[in-house]
């Protein structure tokens, strides 16, 4: 033989190995189990657990992505069902099952300490500190980047809103534009959430898990986008209108909404307690007979997905800290259009108005500069969305 062929002879191609990780949310190692779900094998979904321990520890949240059966045995996989039967909803938006699988994210790209467990064991043991973070130049510009991939993310999904698309349509969307700038979908796994993105239709607050439901005209529906991208948080969100024959009572409620964040960013500076945004927020809510919600509130975003600050919405309320420059946070006013009181789903993620009136959310990522306050998350000319006049 040859040298030539002698070394072309040593030449192999090796085909990459696929690596296997756990389904189940609470784990996600890597794993050369052979264990799959048998339900998901009828629906041509791979489901590979650990072990039975795994399999079963992480049965509550995995049954999730299966779809109903038939009498004889067989999978309807036209038809989407109400997960909680038994569940007393407050409005007319329901759970539509089976949600789709938990969305890939390829190796490359950098992951917060939740992405495989669902653990952010860093931001728990921050939050031991009690300390609000100030920020270097060097980390605001990283957080300024995030922020700025993250408002191309948001004017994505939002222009994708109308009626006939599903919310989980709306996370597909998300997923894939995140994944295309090397960022991570911050929510993706965060305590256990399934989605890549939260949406919230009408009476729902916050937390919306994506799924088969389908928006019609008339509808409104909050999109919340967060993203991890080289080591920092970004976090924002808006309400749209889903089509033009929309409701006064709509109109008012996320019109109200974003006034109430856009003045409380106007009192923003050196030197303001986070106390007092709440007292103005409220204000402008009651004076369009509108409430806010108490059960959750801005905080912290860079390093940590949440952090201190906390940034309560309402009046009279009791929390600390005072705006320096380098700080960090978001302010997310959740205003409703009647009781401020708020009921979860049996998911345990789905917050939606007792009364089931409607709700409405708009975030920003706030800096605090020497002098004021710069808006990380701003809209551009070309955002989708934006104000409509109320009517009489």
Known sequence: MSAAAAAAAAVTTTEPVMKTYCSGLQCGKETQSELKCPICLKADIISVFCNETCYKNNYK???????????????????????????????????????????????????????????????????????????SKDQIKKIRKAAILGREILDIAGAAVKPGVTTDEIDEIVHNETIKRNAYPSPLNYYNFPKSVCTCVNEVICHGIPDRTVLKEGDIVNIDVSLYHNGFHADLNETYYVGEKISKEAINTVETSRECLKNAIKLCKPGVTFQELGDHIEKHATLNKC???????????????????????????????????????????????????????????????????????????LLITENGVEILSARNKKSPGGPRERTK
């Open 291 to 365: 409430s806010v919600v108490r059960t959750y509130c801005g905080h912290g975003v860079g390093e940590y997905f949440h952090s201190l600050p906390n940034i309560p919405h309402y009046a009279r309320n009791r929390t600390a800290g005072v705006m320096k420059p380098g700080m960090v946070f978001t302010i997310e006013p959740m205003i409703n259009e009647g009781t401020w009181r708020d009921v979860t789903w049996p998911d345990d993620w789905t917050s939606a108005t007792q009364d089931g009136k409607l709700s409405a959310q708009f975030e920003h990522m």
């Open 61 to 135: 949240a995995h049954k999730s992505l299966h779809f109903k059966e038939n009498e004889d045995g067989t999978l309807n996989k036209d038809v989407s069902y109400d997960p909680y039967t038994k569940f007393k909803y407050t409005g007319d938006v329901r759970a539509q099952y089976p949600l789709t699988p938990k969305r890939i994210v390829p190796e490359h790209i950098k992951k917060p300490d939740w992405a495989a467990n669902g653990l952010p064991i860093g931001e728990q043991k921050n939050d031991r500190l009690n300390k609000i973070p100030v920020y």
